[in-house]
Structure formats: C-alpha cells, structure tokens
C-alpha cells in the first residue's frame, strides 16, 4: 500500500496560478505512474495528469497548455503546476499511485482547488 498527502490547494483569481504537491511513502516499486485526478460534487472523477517514473506524460484536453506535472522520484514527489486558472479548474484534486497506467487504488485525501471569476 502507498500513502499520498497533497498539499498546495487553495483560493485563486481566475487567470492565476496554484502549484499542487504530493507525497508519497509506502510500498512504491520502480516502475509506477502517479497522477491528478479531479472530482466536484455530483460528478466522476476524472483524469487530470499523468506521469510515468521516466517521465512520460499525459493530459486532459482541457488542461494542456495550461498544467505541468512533473515529478522528484528520489523524493517520491509529483507536482502540478496549474496556469491560467480558470473557474470550472474548481474542484477537489486527488493524487494517484498505480504500478501502471491504469488508475491505481492509492489516494490521497484531496485538496480543494477554487477559482473565482
């Protein structure tokens, strides 16, 4: 099992920005895909960023140009750089951990995202 704990949420203006960090402990093995999901009220959560140890990435249509993930595996951080903030970003973001690149069973509790318009 793998631990996450996100930081980094918050309030921001529309066009702003907010860095997410996640920190992961536990039974990592050397290969793993860890990523950002999102979540609002009434709705499924959904695959934000990816990241594979090597550094391969993928992303939701609605975030690229606009999101960076990028990840510090000596210490099993990943991160999500968030630009151009803009109101439907709102939501609760959740960091993922898979040996794989299916969507894994460890996650963190979430830290809530809200942007004002």
């Known amino acids: 099992q793998v631990q996450l704990v996100e930081s980094g949420g918050g309030l921001a203006q529309a066009g702003g920005s907010l860095r997410l960090s996640c920190a992961a402990s536990?039974?990592?093995?050397?290969?793993?895909?860890m990523g950002w999901y999102r979540q609002v009220p009434g709705k499924q959560r959904e695959i934000v960023a990816r990241?594979?140890?090597?550094?391969?990435?993928m992303y939701v249509d609605s975030v690229k140009g606009r999101f960076t993930i990028s990840r510090d595996n000596d210490k099993k951080m990943v991160y999500l750089q968030m630009n151009s903030l803009k109101f439907e970003d709102t939501a609760v973001y959740y960091c993922?951990?898979?040996?794989?690149?299916?969507?894994?069973?460890?996650w963190g509790q979430g830290t809530q995202v809200t942007v004002s318009s």
């Open positions: 990241i594979g140890t090597g550094g391969d990435t």
């Open positions: 993922n951990y898979s040996p794989n690149w299916a969507t894994g069973r460890d």
């Open positions: 536990g039974s990592i093995i050397g290969f793993n895909v």
